[in-house]
């Protein structure tokens, strides 16, 4: 990991830290509004279950399901650094896990990767160009590299957005970005 990606990672760490907890819920209501009009067509989505303080999904997962979207959460695999996937029904079976990241363990109801029509991804750190910065360990860029086929949708607070982000040869670009702001379209391919 490059030293200017870690120190970016503090900054944008720090900008999120400057949000308080209404600023959170309303910024993520907003987000999910932008949202919602890229998911109406879409059945089968992947989405991140929210920690605090990242863009809060719960509201949007749950509308999800309202929807009768099929909702799949991935489950992080620290031992090969993968994810593994799984359909959501219930997200009382939540519980904190690895990172303390929410996931259905001890609930899990295996979801193939194929079905996935969109992917909603969480950021720390995002340009216009759709270069995203993660928490630093690969797990989506490597799931995305794998899956090249399937739309992404980065979600991030305004203040995380940098002007420019050294991007490396495995760092997948979002499709779109979406703050609270409204939707960055960022590849001309995106629908």
């Known amino acids: ?15 999120r830290a400057t949000l308080d907890e ?52 991935p489950i992080i695999q620290r031992e090969d650094c993968s994810l593994r996937l799984s359909c959501l029904v219930d997200p ?34 995002f340009d216009s160009a759709g270069n995203r910065l993660g928490y630093g360990a690969g797990y989506y860029d490597r799931f995305l590299a794998r899956h090249q086929d399937i739309p992404t949708i980065g979600l991030a607070f305004s203040c995380q957005e940098v002007s420019s982000l050294p991007a490396d040869e495995n760092d997948i670009r979002m499709d779109w970005i979406i703050t609270e702001q409204g939707t960055i379209c960022c590849r001309k391919n995106a629908a």
């Open 22 to 73: 209404a600023q959170i819920s309303d910024y993520s209501r907003r987000i999910r509004d932008h949202l919602i009009p890229i998911l109406k067509e879409r059945e089968t989505v992947l989405v991140y279950a929210s920690k605090c303080p990242e863009v809060d999904t719960m509201p949007l997962i749950k509308w999800l399901l309202k929807e009768e979207k099929t909702v799949v959460v």
């Open 92 to 125: 009382a079976v939540l519980v904190p896990s690895t990172f303390q990241v929410p996931e259905p363990i001890g609930h899990e109801i295996p979801a193939d990767p194929s079905a996935i029509e969109v992917v909603i991804v969480p950021m720390l750190a």
């Open 1 to 15: 990991m490059s030293d200017s990606k870690m120190a970016l990672r503090q900054v944008a760490k720090i900008q």
